[in-house]
């Protein structure tokens, strides 16, 4: 497991998650939660979809689990696949309309 495992697909589309294990086509990601507000999955579906992205890794091919620690408990997700493929279509998309705003400029 790697700790603060940063996370790459362009300047504009980036972030660090706090562990990840890839390891026998299965990706794990795991988040600490500190504070008391209700969590939300999408964060790490959001990494799912910048690690395949990164390493040209089709979701299909993997397995994933996603897990949230806070306040004693352990939630633990498995996205939906379309959902990760939404996210990386969007993360495509988005990256590009950024760098044609960031040329116009």
Do not use: W
Request: with cysteine.
């Amino acid at each position: 497991m790697t700790p603060e495992q940063p996370l790459f697909y362009s300047d504009n589309s980036f972030g660090t998650a706090d562990a990840i294990c890839f390891r026998d086509e299965l990706l794990r990601i795991h988040d600490l939660k500190t504070g008391v507000s209700p969590v939300s999955m999408r964060q790490l579906e959001v990494y799912t979809s910048l690690f395949c992205l990164e390493y040209d890794i089709k979701p299909s091919d993997i397995g994933v689990e996603l897990r949230i620690y806070q306040l004693d408990e352990v939630l633990v997700h498995i996205p939906v696949l379309d959902d990760i493929l939404q996210i990386m279509e969007k993360i495509i998309i988005f990256d590009k309309q950024i760098d044609k705003m960031k040329v116009e400029e």
